[in-house]
């Protein structure tokens, strides 16, 4: 039967080729949807995670919506006030703001901080270890500075202006570690676009040294009910668990991907088992059961199958590192989802198979062998 099967494939080459172009196709899909969406959540987890400050106080409900969606409604006198309790060294409010993402693929986060510190409030820097790598810091309204990652792309390296919230700004440094969101602007520039001013999304607050952040975040508890209090080593493991609207998104572009593969197939073996009617005609006369004539075209498929997911492995790989060295996106392909791509699209692909096969089977020998 290999033999045939292989026989079959070689004699057919363009049919061949378009069923493995469409399993490949399907493999892709999958692959690199669901890589950016880890390689965003991971990157973003693994960023946080380099925050120095321990507690995050938010509004209430602030996280309700998840870590993406901020909106500036925390008063910054909120941030003096928890400066003054036992145990806070020191504090800072950030804002967030949410865009649609480089090239337009996912979305891009921005914040709003302060890079100069005064006697109530410290310097975001301060706060976190930020370090400026090269360039400088803001000093105006219309500055920015971004991460490594982001400074790869072109509108976002040392000296070159972006747009952001209508307004024109220069980048004018680089910095380490990467954490939080890729983009940093003056927060009274955020605030200003925004009408939100004297707002922010959350405080970032670092203990003293010796002090507990489970008794000083217990502190800022019974002095501010009602409120939300995130220790910052929790961060990452959020991000780890996903956003259900991603997962739908997920579940949506699999399945999608899961019907191309399917019905690639069962276009190309549908036409090509009307052109192989005399074909299976003679293999029924010639004593070919209608479980060997199902297994020969099944077996096809699989073949096909195989060479697509190959081929899709080896493409998502190609995109995935072009897309990881060329702009800030982060793709991560792991073993378990292309092994998951690998048996969608063989599922895909047999069950695609399924009614051509079925239908070749239960040819009458006669009119097959009659056919022209």
């Known amino acids: 039967m290999e033999s045939m099967v292989l026989t079959n494939l070689i004699a057919r080459p363009v049919r061949t080729l378009a069923s493995v172009v469409g399993v490949a196709l399907a493999v892709v899909l999958i692959l690199v949807t669901v890589g950016l969406a880890r390689g965003m ?3 973003s987890g693994e960023r ?5 400050a321990e507690i995050l106080f938010l509004p209430p409900g602030g996280l309700g919506a998840g870590l993406t969606t901020m909106p500036l409604t925390l008063p910054i006198a909120y941030a003096r ?19 649609s993402g480089a090239r337009g693929i996912g979305f891009e986060l921005i914040e709003g901080v302060r890079f100069i510190g005064d006697g109530e409030l410290a310097a975001y820097p301060e706060v976190t270890g930020l370090a400026i790598v090269q360039g400088r810091l803001p000093e105006t309204r ?12 072109p509108d976002a390296a040392l000296g070159s202006t972006m747009e952001l919230l209508g307004r024109e700004f220069r980048v004018v440094g680089v910095y380490r570690p990467e954490m939080g969101a890729r983009i940093k602007m003056p927060l009274e520039g955020m605030q200003e676009l925004l009408g939100a001013d004297e707002r922010c999304s959350w405080i970032l607050i670092r203990t003293e040294s010796g002090a507990a952040p489970e008794d000083v975040a217990r502190r800022i508890e019974a002095r501010f009910p009602g409120n939300q209090i995130v220790f910052t080593r929790d961060i990452p493991g959020m991000w780890a668990q996903g956003m259900p609207s991603l997962d739908v998104f997920l579940n949506v572009v699999i399945a999608l991907s899961v019907f191309i593969s399917g019905l690639t197939v069962f276009l190309s073996l549908y036409t090509a088992i009307t052109e192989r009617t005399r074909e299976i005609g003679i293999l029924k006369s010639m004593g070919g059961s209608k ?19 190959l081929l899709g492995i080896g493409i998502a790989l190609g995109m995935g590192w072009a897309i990881t060295a060329g702009t800030s996106l982060v793709v991560r392909l792991d073993w378990e989802w292309t092994l998951a791509a690998s048996v969608l699209a063989l599922a895909g692909g047999a069950l695609g198979a399924l009614y051509p096969a079925l239908k070749a089977a239960h040819q009458d020998p006669v009119e097959a062998l009659s056919y022209e």
């Open 291 to 309: 479980a060997f004539i199902v297994a020969l075209i099944e077996s096809e498929v699989l073949m096909v199958a195989g060479l697509g997911i």
């Open 48 to 52: 946080e995670a380099n925050l120095r």
């Open 142 to 153: 219309d500055e920015i500075v971004v991460d490594p990652q982001r400074a790869r792309d």
């Open 81 to 99: 006030a928890i400066g003054e309790v036992e145990g806070v060294a020191k504090t800072t409010p950030v804002a967030r703001y949410v865009r």
């Open 41 to 43: 959540l991971s990157s």
